[in-house]
Structures are given as structure tokens and as C-alpha cells.
């Protein structure tokens, strides 16, 4: 499929493991509550698109629903931290960190979306991740796409989570950005394996970019419907 620009659903399938009991706020606005508190730097819109997917996959599948919540928000710049990890069970933030984007997407900020082997862009929208592996990036987490159309190859152009010498807070300051990866999240080195570790096996990444055409066909930003533009995805900057 071609690739996405900034104006630019859901293949759903239940790959999540088996977690602790869901936090007290079981519906999408009880959560987007409790994530806003969590993470007051995190956008409350961007928060109830991710909490309109995880009371989706609750409800599609209750006896295995995700342990963690990972959000990126690729409207923000890179030298801003943009990655939140919540725990669900207890509601609470566990990580905020820097986040880089494709090469391809942009400079700081990113622009361009795509879901082509060999775009060297980043992908949007909702992934179950997977196991673990070390390669030439290190300590790195495999990511299924569940977004048909979107970021449904993301599995097999390799689109993984690892860390990178280039995301640091010395890199801001050197050259005003994050340095950019193949399309891959990359965090920093030192809390490349932590993080994983955290979020392996079943759990969800909401990757956010206000592409209308995602927003507009997800079943899962718009709270389990056909058609993403319901209640929360109507309400995205």
C-alpha cells in the first residue's frame, strides 16, 4: 500500500497474554481519567483514542486483555518525550521517555507515515507486541501491526523496538532533534532493556499521528465500531 502523508482498520486478532486484573476505570472514559493523572504531560485526546483501544480489546476478548499501555505521540517533536508505558492493572506510568521516528517521516518533527518494506518511515496506529531477540541493535522487541492497511507489515519490514545511541538527551542538544531510525521506535540505549522487558508479550503500543484516514477506518479509536470517527476519534487534534 502506498505511502501515507500526513492527512492521510483495525485487523484484530487476540495475541495478548494473560494479565492481572484490569484497572478499577473498565470503561474508555473511567481510563482516559485515570491515564491523564498518571501522565499530565501526555494529551488528554491522543490518551482517549488509546483508551477507546484498550476497552475494545477488553471487550472483544475479557480473559486476555493487555498488562501495559505504551503510547507514542508522533505529533510531538522528537525532542520532547513522547512515549508514556502505563500499567494497566494499577493505572499507573512507568516510563516516559524520548521516542525516535523513521528517517523518512521527518526532521523533528515527523510528517510522513507508511507501512511499505523499505519506506524508512514509521507506522501508525495499534500493535500487540512480541518476544524479544538480540541483534545487530541490540536487545530489541518484536511488534505486530494490527491496523490492516496501516501497520499491518510492521512484522515482517522488522519494525521493532530497541535502543539507539542516537536518542539521548546529548543528541537533542548537539543537533536540536532525536536521530532517526528505519522506521523503528528506538529509545535510548540504557532503558532499551528495562522498558522491553516491561511491555513484552502481549501488550499494547498505541502509536498516535492525527492521520484522518486512520482515525476516520480504525474499529478501535472509535470504540469498537466499523468507523473510527466516533466519540474519541472525532475529538483528536
Known amino acids: ?46 490518551l482517549q483514542l488509546a483508551a477507546n483501544a484498550v476497552t475494545c480489546v477488553r471487550a472483544r476478548d475479557p480473559a486476555n486483555t493487555p498488562r501495559t499501555l505504551s503510547v507514542i505521540d508522533y505529533s510531538k517533536p522528537s525532542t520532547q518525550r513522547r512515549l508514556w508505558v502505563f500499567d494497566l492493572s494499577a493505572a499507573t506510568l512507568l516510563f516516559e521517555e524520548w521516542v525516535a521516528h523513521g528517517r523518512n517521516s521527518g526532521g523533528n518533527l515527523a510528517e510522513r507515515f507508511s507501512n511499505d518494506a523499505g519506506s524508512l518511515m514509521s507506522s501508525v496506529g495499534v500493535f500487540v507486541t512480541e518476544g524479544t531477540y538480540t541483534g545487530h541493535n541490540g536487545y530489541s522487541l518484536r511488534l505486530r501491526g494490527l491496523d490492516a492497511g496501516f501497520n499491518d507489515h510492521a512484522f515482517e519490514r522488522a519494525i521493532v523496538m530497541h535502543g539507539a545511541d542516537y536518542v539521548s538527551e546529548g543528541v537533542i542538544k548537539g543537533q ?24 513484552r508479550d502481549g501488550s499494547l503500543v498505541f502509536a498516535y499521528f492525527p492521520l484522518a484516514e486512520w482515525l476516520r477506518s480504525s474499529s478501535y479509536v472509535g470504540g469498537c465500531t466499523t468507523g473510527g470517527a466516533a466519540t474519541g476519534a472525532a475529538a483528536a487534534p
Open 176 to 199: 536540536g532533534r532525536l536521530g532517526r531510525s528505519l522506521g523503528c521506535p528506538a529509545v535510548r540505549r540504557e532503558v532499551a532493556m528495562p522498558l522491553i522487558d516491561t511491555i
Open 1 to 46: 500500500m502506498a505511502s501515507f502523508v500526513r492527512m492521510a482498520a483495525f485487523a484484530a486478532f487476540a495475541l495478548f497474554a494473560s494479565p492481572p486484573a484490569p484497572a478499577a476505570g473498565a470503561t474508555a472514559g473511567g481510563l482516559v481519567d485515570e491515564l491523564a493523572r498518571a501522565a499530565p504531560n501526555a494529551d488528554r485526546k491522543v
